[in-house]
């Protein structure tokens, strides 16, 4: 199931990474935020580099002898990727036919003064269901 949320929906992901680079996507946004999301609150901003990682030279301390703060690259070249996916998948070109009816319907949606309550939504929207068809038995 392509919409499956088990392993970080990684059927969504493996399907949306099939589309050619010459079709329109539009790919669900809410799995990038959650990208980010998840990159941003799960990593540091800034780390301190350890003895070892640095192979720690003078230049690395602060004079007060502890090791310089740096910023955490990995951590903005996680979250940059997914930004350049999203730019990628909004450069690709959309062939969409105008139609009317919902141009119309959009038009007057948005720049309509009327505010209904959500009991009148729900009797219109009743109103405009197929009728529900009884069972022979």
């Known amino acids: 199931d392509v919409c499956s949320c088990s392993s970080s929906r990684k ?12 079709e329109s996507c539009l790919p669900y946004l809410g799995v990038s935020l959650t990208d980010l999301t998840f990159f941003d609150e799960g990593n540091k901003s800034t780390k301190k580099t350890t003895e ?4 720690a030279t003078s230049d690395d301390y602060v004079d007060d002898g502890t090791l310089k703060t740096f910023i955490n690259f ?50 219109l929207s009743e109103l405009r269901e197929a009728p529900k068809r009884s069972v022979k038995r």
């Open 52 to 55: 070892k990682e640095a192979n």
């Open 74 to 123: 990995t951590k903005l070249n996680l979250m940059a990727g997914v930004v350049s996916d999203l730019m990628n998948y909004k450069s690709r070109p959309y062939a969409l036919k105008p139609v009317p009816y919902m141009q119309l319907f959009l038009y007057y949606s948005m720049n309509s003064n009327v505010v209904r309550s959500e009991e009148e939504m729900d009797r």
């Open 11 to 22: 059927n969504y992901r493996e399907e949306l990474k099939k589309v050619p680079p010459s």
